[in-house]
């Protein structure tokens, strides 16, 4: 390599997190800001003008914004480290230069930002062979299957239970072109290192539930994925790739240019502050179980007494069942 390496910067990069120390930032979130900058060989992708040549910069952001949404860390420095463990994780990455900015950070004078730089590097041959360094997923491609448990059974993505997860995710949109946000959701999915869609379900036109009155109908579908996250963190992942599409949560059930929720995931039960399973609502909603019912009409979901009941029958049911019909057209999965 020449002495001034080649490099990819991506810069600016917005993302709502919820780390810090104190309670309100754990509860209310704040705008965090990073910069990245990856040096790398662009020569060969120069060459072939291939994306597989080099680092994608979309998934990339599509991994940073899951990790500055994701699992909430006390201090900048932890979540800088993440971010650049993840980006030596993209192949052909040599070194990263983050700078993660925290602007609304709770210090009680003026200021313009507060931030951390850190810089870190491949490990050396002698390290890369004896001494496994945590966290880092062994330098998976953006677009590759699932990744294989890293050393110790631990995943780059930090779950220590090394079976894959079965998950559920509903999707729906009813701004903009729906269509093309739902493709272009399936398409991030399938594009995310540690997330393989396994099946698609039709696409459905179903009249709004809730929210403000006179908002256009949404297009709905299903999306059953497999992956070794774990449901917090796929929970992120869906943040991020809805905060991409543009989505901004301003309105509660206001109309949308994506919304991606986890519905079910293998069975597994959870209710903290960040994540409910499964769904507490898809039990009621057609637009969520029509769709699910394509990929899987065997499914069930607990009723309030914790028995399961057939996914079919529930949807039969549903209140918004009559204002649900198929659009005919399709989600593809190439
Ligand atoms: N199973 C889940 N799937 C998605 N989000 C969940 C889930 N459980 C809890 N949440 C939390 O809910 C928030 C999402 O709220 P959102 O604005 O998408 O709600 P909504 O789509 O308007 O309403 P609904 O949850 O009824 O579909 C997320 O930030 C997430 O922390
Ligand atoms: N028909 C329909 N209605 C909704 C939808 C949706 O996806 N489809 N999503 C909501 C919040 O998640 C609220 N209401």
Redesign the pocket.
């Known amino acids: 390599m020449s002495a001034v390496p080649d490099r990819i910067s991506l810069t600016g990069l917005a993302a709502r997190g919820f780390h810090g120390v104190f309670e309100r930032e754990r509860r209310e979130g704040q705008e965090f800001l990073a910069d990245i900058h990856l040096e790398v060989d662009a020569g060969k992708a120069a060459a072939t003008d291939d994306l597989a040549d080099t680092v994608d910069y979309g998934a990339l952001a599509g991994r940073a914004v899951e990790i500055i949404g994701g699992e909430p860390a006390d201090l900048i420095e932890t979540v800088a480290e993440r971010l650049a463990d993840a980006a030596l994780s993209f192949r052909g990455v040599r070194a990263v230069d983050v700078e993660l900015h925290k602007p609304q950070a709770p210090i009680p004078h003026a200021f313009r930002d507060v931030s951390v730089r850190i810089r870190r590097e491949q490990p050396g041959p002698q390290e890369a062979a004896g001494t496994p360094r945590i966290g880092q997923n062994g330098g998976g491609a953006p677009g590759s299957a699932a990744a294989a448990p890293g050393p110790g059974g631990t995943t780059a993505a930090g779950r220590t239970d090394a079976a894959p997860l079965e998950a559920i995710i509903?999707?729906?949109?009813?701004l903009g072109d729906p269509h093309a946000a739902l493709q272009a959701a399936v398409d991030a999915l399938r594009l995310h290192p540690h997330i393989d869609v396994t099946a698609v379900s039709g696409v459905y036109r179903?009249?709004?539930?809730?929210?403000v009155p006179d908002q256009p109908?949404?297009l709905?579908a299903a999306a059953a994925v497999r992956t070794v996250l774990s449901p917090h963190e796929l929970l992120a992942a869906l943040l991020g790739i809805e905060a991409m599409a543009g989505r901004r949560r301003e309105v509660?059930?206001?109309p949308?240019l994506l919304?991606l929720?986890l519905i079910a995931a293998g069975g597994i039960r959870i209710d903290d502050d960040r994540l409910t399973l499964p769904h507490p609502?898809a039990r009621e909603?057609a637009?969520?179980l029509v769709p699910w019912a394509d990929i899987d009409a065997g499914a069930t979901l607990p009723d309030p007494h914790g028995r399961p009941r057939p996914i079919t029958e529930l949807a039969a049911a549903a209140p918004?069942r009559p204002?649900?019909r198929a659009d005919g057209t399709r989600l593809v999965l190439d």
């Open positions: 509903a999707l729906g949109a009813n179903t009249a709004p539930v809730g929210g109908d949404f709905n509660h059930h206001g949308r919304d929720d609502r909603r637009f969520v918004d204002g649900l």
